[in-house]
């Protein structure tokens, strides 16, 4: 039988006994112990029928409560309770959907951390494996009776310039993992990036003027906005850096800052090979080595720590093409 219809059957056994009892004190008639036995054993059937309805209710309650709780601990989302009625199970029911919905979401982000550390320390391994590879092999080299002198320093000087790349590659490898790791914390200020862009162009001047490159910064007057020096620094110089570095001898630089309604954009055009579109969504990979890059000195983290730092900062950067070369983007906000 329905628990309503119960409740209902029971409370009416007590109205009708309630009624009893005030005909019996109001009018007193001759037959009232009759009456007030009859009235006693009304009362008495619907406790016990309460009781036992209430019993019902309750341990269904409890089962369905049970069910909500594992659909938690399997983090799946069950309808126990009617959704749309306006009680408080509904409500804890809705609750329980929303802890489920967040805990789903923790999951998803702790499987892509793993992806993603299980595809760094693969990256890695690989960019470590042939430096590595190559220093024993001209230690062992190096180790050979009879060895001529002009061998012996060609060994040196390969070992020098191997170990000379291992030591960048796992100084890019530091700055990113405190990046990263939260281990130092990006904290943007409002400043005149000008200072900064005109101290990167100075320490990067030896390196132009090997090549007998120029790099003209173009001013603009309203250069305020939100970065960290230290940082910002860092990126700004990654992206210059690969300019005079991929930039032909006697090539053009133009470092240019335009302002926006909301982000300043440092410009910075080079004269390289032109990268193809195709590319464009991979430049900012860790590790990733362009088409143009293959044959010339270097990692692959430099793009990828820049694009880290600026979003870090709420900015972002993108890559165009322009009649001679490349032109990279980095916004800022102001």
Known sequence: MNKYIKFVISYGLNIIAFLILIYLVILRPTNSLVLLFIAIFLMFISLISIHYSYDFYFKKILVQFSDLIQSVISLQQKEVFISHEDTILSKIQTQFERLVTIL??????LALEKEEISSIVADISHQLKTPIASLKLYSELLNTENLAEEKQNQCKEAIYTISQQLDFLIAQLIQLARLEGNIIQIKPIKQDIKRLIIDVIGNLYGKASEKNIQVRFLNEENSLCYFDWNWTYEAIYNILDNAIKYSPNNADIIVKIISYEMYLCVEIWDEAKVIQESEYPHIFKRFYR??????TE????????????LETENGYIEIKRHSKGNKFRAFLKK
């Not at 789903?104 to 982000?109: I, L, M, P, T």
């Not at 362009?290 to 044959?295: Q, T």
């Not at 270097?298 to 990828?304: A, D, N, R, T």
Request: no cysteine; net charge positive; charged share 15%.
């Open 290 to 295: 362009g088409n143009n890059a293959k044959k």
């Open 104 to 109: 789903q979401y923790q999951n998803q982000n």
């Open 298 to 309: 270097g990692v692959g983290l430099g793009m990828f720590l820049t694009k880290k730092i």
